[in-house]
């Protein structure tokens, strides 16, 4: 679908509920940049920048990067970025990261995947990711053509680090606490769109029928 205006989005959801696998299907339907906090800072780490040797061991415990350091670092890369329409995934998971996102952009429309955390600790114990793309595959959902290589590259798939089940557990924890209420603060400004269930085929269709009524809607009210 081409977009008649730059259109804000937002994806949300717990560790493992399918923000980047629905990203991926929305990028394919919908011309927006995506754009995964989580994706950067890998990328970061994997390339041993200063900011990326600073943030590991945050992401390998499991903790969440500390919110001023986040918000500098999606906020100049959103500048880079300006006039294209795009997708957050994995930013704004505070409260106060979403303040600092709304200081500087009006989000049209937030998409939050419920999917119950039994489902996503057994999802992740057979998680198998891209670094460089932010690729994912599921030994058992959408496994890569040849075992252990990236479809697209054939480089090597790793498992990530805070993929254990204590980490898991922590990141769990972190958004009850930290990304839970960010929700609710989406929900007072009337865009949060909440799509439940345990099965990404099953969620996604609604997730793209939603966007391509609310798309054709910011449209004619631009128009
Ligand atoms: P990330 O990278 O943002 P999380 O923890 O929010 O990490 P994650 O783990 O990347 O989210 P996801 O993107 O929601 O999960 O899920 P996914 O990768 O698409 O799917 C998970 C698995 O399930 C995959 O293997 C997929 O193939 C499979 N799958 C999908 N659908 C199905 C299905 O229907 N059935 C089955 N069987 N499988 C399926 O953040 C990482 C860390 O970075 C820092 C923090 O330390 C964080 O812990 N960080 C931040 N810190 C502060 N502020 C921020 N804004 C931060 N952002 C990142
Ligand atoms: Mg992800």
């Known amino acids: 679908m ?3 205006r730059v259109i804000r989005a937002v994806i949300m959801g717990p560790p493992g509920s399918g923000k980047g696998t ?5 990028t394919k339907s919908f011309e927006l940049k995506h754009l995964s906090s989580g994706d950067i800072l890998r990328s970061n780490i994997n390339a041993k920048t200063e900011l990326g040797l600073l943030m590991k061991s ?3 415990q499991g903790q969440l990067v500390p919110d001023a350091v986040m918000s500098r670092l ?3 890369d959103l500048r880079t970025i300006d ?3 795009w997708l957050l995934d994995g930013y704004p998971r505070t409260v ?3 303040e600092a996102l709304d200081h500087a952009y009006t989000v049209d429309t937030v998409i939050n995947l419920d999917v119950p955390f039994q489902t996503i600790k057994e999802r992740l114990t057979s998680r198998w990711t891209h670094i460089p793309s932010g690729r ?3 030994t058992d959902f959408n496994p890569p053509k040849v075992p252990g290589l990236d479809d697209v590259t054939g480089e090597p798939l790793v498992q990530r680090d805070d993929d254990r089940p204590d980490t898991v557990t922590r990141r769990l924890k972190s958004y009850e606490t930290q990304t839970e209420p960010v929700l609710e603060y989406y929900r007072s400004k009337g865009v949060l769109e909440t799509f439940t269930g345990t099965e990404t085929n099953k969620i996604w269709p609604y ?3 939603f966007l391509h009524r609310k798309f054709s809607s910011l449209s004619q009210r631009a128009a």
């Open 207 to 209: 997730v793209e029928a």
């Open 83 to 85: 006039s294209s329409s």
């Open 74 to 76: 999606i906020l100049n």
């Open 2 to 4: 081409v977009l008649q």
């Open 58 to 60: 945050c992401l390998d």
């Open 136 to 138: 994912v595959y599921n």
């Open 96 to 98: 106060p990261q979403a």
């Open 22 to 26: 629905v990203s991926a299907r929305i």
